[in-house]
């Protein structure tokens, strides 16, 4: 079973920065995609970037240029970057491995608060 490990959430003031780590059980570069998603209480899932393995890597608009995903294949970890955070930036930040044609696999999430 793929095991995928969120880390580094927590509480940060706006305009502060936050770096997120997923580690997986496998190596992430057998999967179509890694990507970091977030949900906050009374909000709809939302893609926030996804790290297509040989491609593009995307963003929603409302991250672009405040975020910045990566990935170690070495480490079988991805990242998000996150800096000049704002308060709407809280919610859940789950890891997810895409394996094309199936559900793929979700980590438990991990914190993100943003307050003053």
């Known amino acids: 079973q793929v095991q995928l490990v969120e880390s580094g959430g927590g509480l940060v003031q706006p305009g502060g920065s936050l770096r997120l780590s997923c580690a997986a059980s496998v190596s992430i570069s057998t999967f179509y995609a890694m990507g970091w998603y977030r949900q906050a209480p009374g909000k709809e899932r939302e893609m926030v970037a996804t790290?297509?393995?040989?491609?593009?890597?995307k963003y929603a608009d409302s991250v672009k240029g405040r975020f910045s995903a990566s990935k170690d294949n070495a480490k079988s970890t991805v990242y998000l970057q996150m800096n000049s955070l704002k308060p709407e930036d809280t919610a859940v930040y789950s890891c997810?491995?895409?394996?094309?044609?199936?559900?793929?696999?979700w980590g438990q999430g991990t914190q993100v608060t943003v307050s003053s």
């Open positions: 997810h491995a895409d394996n094309l044609g199936s559900v793929g696999y």
């Open positions: 790290l297509i393995n040989g491609g593009r890597t």
